[in-house]
């Protein structure tokens, strides 16, 4: 009985603790200025799209959504890419070296990337890559790989080798092999890593801060810092931001449940 | 067919954290050639920069917090909720929910909700009459820190449930029918069953969760930059604003190095604390 209330207690609090700042978000974006500050939490009295309008007439987020968008897609696919490619090779090389390799890029893992910024920020001034998003892509690949090679690893070990050799008895190539068994079979492994990058990148503020100052270069997280000062006496301007921010994700994670759940866990819990 | 991956990370990773080292003896502005100071960095660090001292009280503060609470309150909603009812996975799905959105977003919803006039929380307290715990939650050297480390909290439970609900559900259920059947109740069934099974999973929970503590640079950079007056500095944030607003690249990258010492020290202390226990 004391099990039971206090549970329906802390599960209640929590929910709430969710739930309503959620919809003080939602229907703050939908809210004038005035009524957020009067009732926060109640839906609004007259809906309004003017926050929506607004936004989109004064602001650049158009550009840092599509920037987002680009430089997140385009790091997503490359690093899967590069990363499978590695982790094959990793895991069909049998002696040290494989070992070596996987310790190399595993010693990525203890290292937080955020601790390396000022080599960065030298190195991409250098080359001239700052506010350039291929220079955003780059670097969020180099970020994203060790744990991604992390994952998938340990996925390509468990494939047979006698599946491999059987292919290899009829003449398949090694890019072969990876094409139709490896990529093949790990297809929920590589879901897992594609949505948990998709999230931390589109997510990601310190790269494009470090990197990014111009406009029309900005990704979606470091336009809605500029938004904050700009809008530093507006909620619903801010709010109306948050929900075109998070738009994309919301509607995915309402569609995969499950995948963003196994991927966004497996991700941190080998990250 | 590693070499290409191996190219990008060895350059843009490995190289840039082997650069601190170099760059942790120096004194360097960023623009000028470095001028080489030897070690003097680190014990300036030590003995002559309360700022660094301050930071590292911030640092294990708002660390302890984290890895205390989240660790605790996952595990406790993970045990409520381990059952596959379909209100359980209803609610795992809504709690798992911050994890996916950006901390920036995450600052400005509750930059709003901690607004000392206006905002909900003050509003909650003072409704129910509790006017002394309305407080400028991110205007003031005391609040501050712990109102972040509660925002980083309720962003991260979640996701530390779900990964403590897997651990669970590999408990052998016949573990617990002998304990009812010994007369066991709830609690000591959670002492002598599920805690000694769930080390394991509790090991990796606090490991990641003390790595993603000191990582929590979007959060509190986007919430308030370390302010007021430092208080809710910590490392990474230290670095970022030493070298790009102080232009101190050198510093900065001396305290990177600390920051890693300092990560591999406590996460070294955790394995052999959780480790002998289990």
Redo the contacts between chains.
Sequence with gaps: MF?KVS?LF??SV??A??????L??VF?SFKSDLEI?DR??APPIDWTIANYQRLFRDSNIETSFMNSVMVTLSSVVLTLI??S??S???ARIVHASGKF?FA??S??L??????????????FVRFNLTNSLPGLV??N???T??VS?FILTAFFKQIPNELYESASIDGAS?FRL?RSIALQLSRPSMSAVAIFLF?II?????YP??LITQQDKKT??LS??DY?GEYSTS?SM??TA?MV??LP??IM?VMM?RS??AG??AG??K? | ??V???V??S???????L??LR?SLTRWD?FTEPEFVGLRNFTNALTNDDLFTKVLGNNVEFSLLVVIFQTG?SL??AT??VKNTRASVF???????????????VA??????YDPN???IN?FFKFIGLDSFALNWLGSETATLRAIAFTQI?FH?G?MM??YI?GLQQIPQELYEAAEVDGAT?WQQFKAVTWPMILPTTA?VMA?TT??S??A??LV??MTQGGPNNSSNIF?TL??LT??NEFR?GY??MQ??Y??AF??FLTGVQRRVLRTRY
């Design positions: 099990y549970r802390a599960l929590f929910t603790l969710i739930i309503i700042p959620s003080v978000v703050g500050y926060p939490v590069l990363a490619f590695a094959f090779g990793i390799l190399l890029f010693l990525g203890a290292i937080p990337a955020a601790t390396s910024i000022i080599a960065i920020f030298e190195l780059l670097i690949i180099a970020s790989l060790p090679i090694a990876y999230v589109w997510n990601d503020l310190l801060l470090l979606l997280p809605m810092l904050r909620f801010i709010f948050v921010a998070s994700m919301i994670y449940q963003f759940v966004l866990t941190a819990v990250g | 067919m590693t290409p991956a191996l990008i990370y350059s843009l990773y490995l190289y840039p954290a650069s601190n760059y960023g309150f406790l909603f409520m909720l609610l795992r799905t809504l709690y798992f929910f911050p994890t996916i959105l950006s901390s920036v977003s400005m919803i509750w930059a709003f909700l206006f905002g909900a509003v309720w439970t996701q779900v990964v897997a709830r990796v990641y790595i993603q000191f990582r640079f979007d950079y986007a990474v670095i970022y070298a790009f690249f900065a990258a990177s190095i920051m890693i990560i591999l």
